[in-house]
């Protein structure tokens, strides 16, 4: 389960990394929580030994690293959002999706709130199937909301209301024209 398109950023490549990693570790209840082992973890992902760019390598580390730190906090966040989902009756993939998304809207200042959703959703149409997207979408829209409104405390971010409800231009009307012309 490999997604590594080199045309795409290196964000978008440490990001898959990062799920991939996360995902896997849904698979080990007893996984251990300290630093030294999660760092072994994610080093002996083979997703992670085969991905040739450093980069993508380091952005996935960080955001691995960090979602470990705070997974408790982020888990509530989502059991608070996901209406009358319990964490444990989430999809596994949908699940590491959510926790790598909400990391970036809660705790990374350099990722816009649209750019973690609409990245989430691209994991969710490469891994998901036909229902995750959706659900993705709904959790994260809602926890945008609650980031937008101040509601999540100081996360420091907003909706990008300029690109959703941007002003239509006026239409030139025959009066416009001949007023220009007459000019």
Known sequence: M????????T???????????LFGLAFDP????????????????????DCDSEEAVSFASQLFMGICDHLHDIDKVIGKHSDHWKIGRIGKVE??????????????QDI???????????LAKGFGDENSRAFVNGILD???????????GDVGKKIDK?????P??????????????AK
Do not use: C, W, Y
């Open 2 to 9: 490999t997604i590594t398109d080199k045309r795409k950023g």
């Open 168 to 181: 239509r231009p006026k239409a030139e009307t025959k009066a416009d024209t001949k007023a220009d012309t």
């Open 30 to 49: 007893h996984f251990k929580t300290d630093q030294a082992s999660l760092r072994r973890t994610f080093a002996d992902n083979p997703a992670v030994m």
């Open 11 to 21: 964000r978008r490549q440490g990001r898959t990394l990062a799920f991939q990693v």
């Open 95 to 108: 699940l590491a999706i959510l926790r790598l998304a909400l990391f970036e809207i809660l705790h990374r």
């Open 112 to 122: 816009p709130l649209k750019v973690a959703i609409n990245e989430a959703i691209e």
């Open 162 to 166: 300029q690109a959703v409800a941007a």
């Open 142 to 152: 809602a926890v945008a909301r609650a980031v937008d409104q101040g509601r999540m």
